[in-house]
């Protein structure tokens, strides 16, 4: 299973960006697909997830800015991103579960700065 993250980037104070991620191989039925961050010196956080009956839910830090979707196929999620602040400079991460076995992508960086 690959899981591939893409979109990330540096933006003003206040912009958007949207980040992808498409899962490849053998992975079955995913159950669940999120995203986590990783800013400098922190430990990873989650910051939204979606489950296979598209329920979404978000950490307090961004709900209201950042929307959690799937595409048709249902092996791509999506993070749209749009009042992006200082605090949400980090790298990114798309993580799936498929059969109770989870999986990880590469990161993405996201860098909001002015």
């Known amino acids: 299973v690959q899981l591939q993250a893409s979109g990330g980037g540096l933006v003003q104070p206040g912009g958007a960006l949207r980040l992808s991620c498409v899962a490849s191989?053998?992975?079955?039925?995913?159950?669940?697909m999120a995203w986590f961050r990783q800013a400098p010196g922190k430990q990873r956080e989650w910051v939204a997830g979606?489950?296979?009956?598209?329920?979404?839910t978000y950490v307090d830090s961004v709900k209201g800015r950042f929307t959690i979707s799937r595409g048709s196929a249902k092996n791509t999620v999506y993070l749209e991103m749009d009042n992006l602040k200082l605090e949400d400079t980090a790298v990114y991460y798309c993580?799936?579960?498929?059969?109770?076995?989870?999986?990880w992508g590469q990161g993405t960086q996201v860098t909001v700065s002015s």
């Open positions: 191989g053998n992975f079955g039925t995913i159950n669940y």
């Open positions: 979606i489950t296979n009956g598209d329920t979404t």
């Open positions: 993580y799936l579960v498929s059969f109770d076995t989870e999986h």
